[in-house]
Protein backbone atom coordinates (compact mmCIF):
# COMPACT_ATOMS: atom_id res chain seq x y z
CA UNK A 1 0.00 0.00 0.00
CA UNK A 2 2.70 2.57 -0.46
CA UNK A 3 0.65 4.38 -3.44
CA UNK A 4 -1.36 7.36 -2.42
CA UNK A 5 -4.98 6.69 -2.00
CA UNK A 6 -7.79 8.63 -3.26
CA UNK A 7 -11.25 7.72 -2.09
CA UNK A 8 -14.64 8.95 -3.17
CA UNK A 9 -17.54 8.87 -0.80
CA UNK A 10 -20.91 9.35 -2.42
CA UNK A 11 -23.03 9.13 1.01
CA UNK A 12 -26.67 9.18 0.34
CA UNK A 13 -26.54 9.71 -3.68
CA UNK A 14 -27.24 9.16 -6.59
CA UNK A 15 -29.47 6.20 -8.38
CA UNK A 16 -28.72 3.24 -10.47
CA UNK A 17 -28.44 5.01 -13.87
CA UNK A 18 -26.50 7.97 -12.67
CA UNK A 19 -23.85 5.97 -10.37
CA UNK A 20 -23.22 3.42 -13.50
CA UNK A 21 -23.01 6.66 -15.96
CA UNK A 22 -20.71 8.44 -13.26
CA UNK A 23 -18.79 5.51 -12.09
CA UNK A 24 -18.88 4.32 -16.47
CA UNK A 25 -17.35 8.31 -17.04
CA UNK A 26 -14.46 8.16 -14.02
CA UNK A 27 -13.40 5.12 -15.88
CA UNK A 28 -13.19 7.34 -19.05
CA UNK A 29 -11.48 9.55 -18.24
CA UNK A 30 -8.69 7.93 -16.38
CA UNK A 31 -8.25 5.21 -18.63
CA UNK A 32 -8.33 1.37 -17.27
CA UNK A 33 -4.97 0.86 -16.43
CA UNK A 34 -4.43 4.21 -14.60
CA UNK A 35 -2.70 3.06 -10.93
CA UNK A 36 -0.78 6.19 -10.13
CA UNK A 37 -2.32 6.10 -7.48
CA UNK A 38 -5.27 3.90 -5.24
CA UNK A 39 -8.26 4.92 -5.83
CA UNK A 40 -11.66 3.67 -4.23
CA UNK A 41 -15.19 4.25 -4.98
CA UNK A 42 -17.82 4.02 -2.34
CA UNK A 43 -21.48 4.45 -3.18
CA UNK A 44 -24.23 3.56 -1.48
CA UNK A 45 -24.85 0.15 -0.72
CA UNK A 46 -28.25 -0.07 -3.26
CA UNK A 47 -25.36 0.75 -6.51
CA UNK A 48 -22.66 -1.12 -5.57
CA UNK A 49 -23.41 -4.14 -7.94
CA UNK A 50 -23.80 -0.93 -10.42
CA UNK A 51 -20.72 0.42 -9.43
CA UNK A 52 -18.84 -2.99 -9.84
CA UNK A 53 -19.88 -3.27 -13.23
CA UNK A 54 -19.08 0.42 -14.39
CA UNK A 55 -15.53 0.06 -12.73
CA UNK A 56 -14.84 -3.41 -14.03
CA UNK A 57 -11.42 -4.08 -15.97
CA UNK A 58 -10.25 -0.67 -14.05
CA UNK A 59 -8.08 -0.85 -11.18
CA UNK A 60 -10.24 1.65 -9.43
CA UNK A 61 -11.59 -0.20 -5.67
CA UNK A 62 -14.90 -0.31 -4.49
CA UNK A 63 -16.21 0.19 -1.00
CA UNK A 64 -18.83 0.21 1.45
CA UNK A 65 -19.94 3.32 3.65
CA UNK A 66 -20.21 1.36 6.75
CA UNK A 67 -20.68 -2.32 7.68
CA UNK A 68 -22.18 -4.19 10.31
CA UNK A 69 -20.34 -6.18 13.48
CA UNK A 70 -21.50 -9.26 13.15
CA UNK A 71 -21.17 -12.02 10.35
CA UNK A 72 -24.74 -12.54 9.84
CA UNK A 73 -28.41 -13.30 11.61
CA UNK A 74 -31.44 -11.51 12.67
CA UNK A 75 -30.40 -7.58 12.37
CA UNK A 76 -32.51 -5.97 9.80
CA UNK A 77 -31.25 -3.77 8.18
CA UNK A 78 -27.17 -4.34 8.37
CA UNK A 79 -25.32 -5.23 6.12
CA UNK A 80 -22.29 -7.52 7.20
CA UNK A 81 -18.45 -8.00 6.05
CA UNK A 82 -18.85 -10.82 4.07
CA UNK A 83 -22.04 -9.58 2.08
CA UNK A 84 -19.78 -6.50 1.32
CA UNK A 85 -16.87 -8.56 0.06
CA UNK A 86 -19.51 -10.72 -1.57
CA UNK A 87 -20.42 -7.39 -3.96
CA UNK A 88 -17.19 -7.16 -4.89
CA UNK A 89 -16.25 -4.43 -2.12
CA UNK A 90 -12.23 -4.47 -0.67
CA UNK A 91 -12.56 -1.48 0.97
CA UNK A 92 -15.81 -0.42 4.26
CA UNK A 93 -15.40 2.95 5.66
CA UNK A 94 -15.78 2.82 9.55
CA UNK A 95 -16.54 5.95 12.21
CA UNK A 96 -17.44 8.16 9.59
CA UNK A 97 -18.19 11.52 11.47
CA UNK A 98 -22.12 11.41 10.31
CA UNK A 99 -22.39 7.94 11.58
CA UNK A 100 -20.94 8.91 14.98
CA UNK A 101 -22.73 12.42 15.49
CA UNK A 102 -26.19 11.47 13.40
CA UNK A 103 -26.92 8.11 14.17
CA UNK A 104 -24.92 8.07 17.55
CA UNK A 105 -21.99 5.36 16.96
CA UNK A 106 -20.11 4.87 19.83
CA UNK A 107 -16.31 4.23 19.92
CA UNK A 108 -17.15 0.41 21.12
CA UNK A 109 -19.21 -0.27 18.16
CA UNK A 110 -16.76 0.91 15.45
CA UNK A 111 -14.04 -1.09 17.11
CA UNK A 112 -16.38 -4.17 16.97
CA UNK A 113 -16.76 -3.45 12.71
CA UNK A 114 -13.13 -2.77 12.46
CA UNK A 115 -12.02 -5.73 14.15
CA UNK A 116 -14.97 -7.94 12.24
CA UNK A 117 -13.96 -6.37 9.02
CA UNK A 118 -10.55 -7.19 9.03
CA UNK A 119 -10.37 -10.32 10.04
CA UNK A 120 -13.22 -10.63 6.91
CA UNK A 121 -10.44 -9.40 5.09
CA UNK A 122 -12.16 -6.29 3.57
CA UNK A 123 -9.37 -3.10 4.40
CA UNK A 124 -11.07 0.00 6.65
CA UNK A 125 -10.75 3.40 6.28
CA UNK A 126 -10.91 4.51 10.40
CA UNK A 127 -12.32 7.92 10.20
CA UNK A 128 -11.24 10.67 13.34
CA UNK A 129 -11.80 14.20 14.07
CA UNK A 130 -12.65 16.95 16.46
CA UNK A 131 -15.75 19.10 16.09
CA UNK A 132 -15.79 22.25 16.08
CA UNK A 133 -17.12 22.88 19.30
CA UNK A 134 -13.83 20.97 20.87
CA UNK A 135 -11.37 23.27 18.39
CA UNK A 136 -12.87 26.06 20.09
CA UNK A 137 -12.13 25.25 23.44
CA UNK A 138 -8.75 23.90 23.27
CA UNK A 139 -7.96 27.12 21.72
CA UNK A 140 -10.22 29.55 24.29
CA UNK A 141 -9.40 27.46 27.18
CA UNK A 142 -5.87 26.44 26.94
CA UNK A 143 -3.41 28.69 28.58
CA UNK A 144 -0.48 27.31 26.79
CA UNK A 145 0.66 25.71 23.95
CA UNK A 146 1.29 22.06 25.39
CA UNK A 147 -2.33 22.31 27.07
CA UNK A 148 -3.42 23.54 23.69
CA UNK A 149 -2.22 20.58 22.14
CA UNK A 150 -3.59 18.21 24.38
CA UNK A 151 -7.05 19.23 24.49
CA UNK A 152 -6.89 19.44 20.26
CA UNK A 153 -5.40 16.18 20.11
CA UNK A 154 -7.26 14.51 23.05
CA UNK A 155 -10.78 13.86 21.06
CA UNK A 156 -8.33 12.00 18.09
CA UNK A 157 -6.42 10.44 20.17
CA UNK A 158 -9.35 8.58 22.25
CA UNK A 159 -10.80 7.59 19.23
CA UNK A 160 -7.85 5.51 17.68
CA UNK A 161 -7.16 4.31 20.79
CA UNK A 162 -10.43 2.91 21.45
CA UNK A 163 -10.35 1.95 17.79
CA UNK A 164 -6.87 0.31 17.73
CA UNK A 165 -5.69 -0.47 21.26
CA UNK A 166 -4.30 -4.30 21.10
CA UNK A 167 -4.49 -4.62 17.30
CA UNK A 168 -2.19 -7.40 15.99
CA UNK A 169 0.86 -5.06 14.86
CA UNK A 170 0.92 -7.17 11.37
CA UNK A 171 -2.62 -5.99 10.54
CA UNK A 172 -2.13 -2.13 10.89
CA UNK A 173 -0.33 -1.12 7.99
CA UNK A 174 -1.88 -3.94 5.70
CA UNK A 175 -5.65 -3.59 6.57
CA UNK A 176 -5.87 0.23 7.89
CA UNK A 177 -6.10 3.50 6.68
CA UNK A 178 -7.17 6.34 8.92
CA UNK A 179 -8.64 9.70 7.62
CA UNK A 180 -8.32 12.38 9.55
CA UNK A 181 -11.70 14.78 9.12
CA UNK A 182 -12.53 17.62 11.39
CA UNK A 183 -15.94 17.57 11.74
CA UNK A 184 -16.45 20.78 11.17
CA UNK A 185 -14.69 20.69 8.03
CA UNK A 186 -17.16 18.29 6.12
CA UNK A 187 -19.73 19.52 3.81
CA UNK A 188 -19.12 23.04 5.03
CA UNK A 189 -16.59 24.20 2.37
CA UNK A 190 -15.08 25.16 5.30
CA UNK A 191 -10.74 24.44 5.40
CA UNK A 192 -8.02 23.11 7.68
CA UNK A 193 -5.36 25.58 7.06
CA UNK A 194 -1.89 23.39 6.09
CA UNK A 195 -0.28 24.14 9.25
CA UNK A 196 -3.42 22.53 11.18
CA UNK A 197 -3.65 19.45 8.81
CA UNK A 198 0.13 19.16 9.78
CA UNK A 199 -0.03 19.34 13.14
CA UNK A 200 -3.33 16.71 12.78
CA UNK A 201 -1.31 14.59 10.82
CA UNK A 202 1.78 14.89 12.55
CA UNK A 203 0.43 14.14 15.83
CA UNK A 204 -1.46 10.93 14.06
CA UNK A 205 1.77 9.90 13.17
CA UNK A 206 3.58 10.15 16.61
CA UNK A 207 0.34 8.05 18.37
CA UNK A 208 0.38 5.32 15.73
CA UNK A 209 4.63 4.67 16.07
CA UNK A 210 4.29 4.78 19.66
CA UNK A 211 1.23 2.07 19.64
CA UNK A 212 3.05 0.01 16.87
CA UNK A 213 6.93 0.97 16.94
CA UNK A 214 7.33 -1.39 13.78
CA UNK A 215 4.61 -1.11 11.56
CA UNK A 216 2.84 2.31 12.77
CA UNK A 217 5.47 4.49 10.31
CA UNK A 218 3.54 2.29 7.92
CA UNK A 219 0.06 3.42 7.91
CA UNK A 220 -1.61 5.87 5.98
CA UNK A 221 -3.26 9.14 7.02
CA UNK A 222 -5.78 10.52 4.53
CA UNK A 223 -7.21 14.54 5.09
CA UNK A 224 -10.60 14.88 4.70
CA UNK A 225 -13.43 17.60 4.35
CA UNK A 226 -14.37 19.96 1.73
CA UNK A 227 -11.51 18.76 -0.35
CA UNK A 228 -11.70 20.45 -3.92
CA UNK A 229 -10.38 20.66 -6.95
CA UNK A 230 -8.83 24.16 -5.94
CA UNK A 231 -7.48 22.50 -2.75
CA UNK A 232 -6.10 19.42 -3.59
CA UNK A 233 -2.36 20.63 -4.58
CA UNK A 234 -1.97 22.81 -0.98
CA UNK A 235 -3.82 19.31 0.92
CA UNK A 236 -0.77 17.06 -0.88
CA UNK A 237 1.57 19.42 -0.12
CA UNK A 238 1.68 18.85 4.00
CA UNK A 239 4.06 16.42 5.19
CA UNK A 240 1.69 12.89 6.37
CA UNK A 241 -1.06 13.61 3.65
CA UNK A 242 -1.22 9.98 2.06
CA UNK A 243 -4.04 10.54 0.14
CA UNK A 244 -7.39 12.00 0.43
CA UNK A 245 -11.17 11.45 1.45
CA UNK A 246 -13.57 13.46 -0.58
CA UNK A 247 -17.55 14.22 -0.35
CA UNK A 248 -19.35 16.45 -2.13
CA UNK A 249 -16.60 17.30 -5.18
CA UNK A 250 -16.62 12.87 -5.82
CA UNK A 251 -20.06 13.28 -7.55
CA UNK A 252 -18.44 14.96 -10.35
CA UNK A 253 -16.68 12.83 -12.52
CA UNK A 254 -14.52 16.21 -13.81
CA UNK A 255 -13.92 16.89 -10.18
CA UNK A 256 -12.98 13.95 -8.93
CA UNK A 257 -10.47 13.11 -11.91
CA UNK A 258 -8.78 16.65 -11.40
CA UNK A 259 -8.16 15.38 -7.95
CA UNK A 260 -7.55 12.04 -8.27
CA UNK A 261 -4.60 13.85 -11.25
CA UNK A 262 -3.17 16.11 -8.59
CA UNK A 263 -2.66 12.97 -6.03
CA UNK A 264 -1.37 10.45 -8.57
CA UNK A 265 1.83 13.07 -9.73
P1 LIG B 1 -16.92 16.56 1.92
O1 LIG B 1 -17.09 15.16 2.70
O2 LIG B 1 -15.77 16.39 0.96
O3 LIG B 1 -18.23 16.76 1.21
O4 LIG B 1 -16.64 17.59 2.95
C1 LIG B 1 -15.97 14.44 3.11
C2 LIG B 1 -16.42 13.22 3.88
O5 LIG B 1 -17.39 13.28 4.62
O6 LIG B 1 -15.83 12.14 3.76
Not at 148 to 171: G, V
Amino acid sequence: MDKKLVVGNWKMNLLREEALELSGAIVSLLGEDYDACQVVLVPPYTVLDVVRRGISGSNIDLGAQNVFSRMSGAFTGEVSAPMLLDAGCSWAIVGHSERRHIIGETDEQIREKLLLSISCGLKVILCVGETEVQREEAIRESEDISTRKEMLFSPIKTQIKNALHDLDEERISEDIVIAYEPVWAIGTGKNATSSEIAEIHGYIRELLTEMFPRLGDSVKILYGGSVKTGNIKRIMSVDEVDGVLVGGESLSADSFFRIIKSVGV
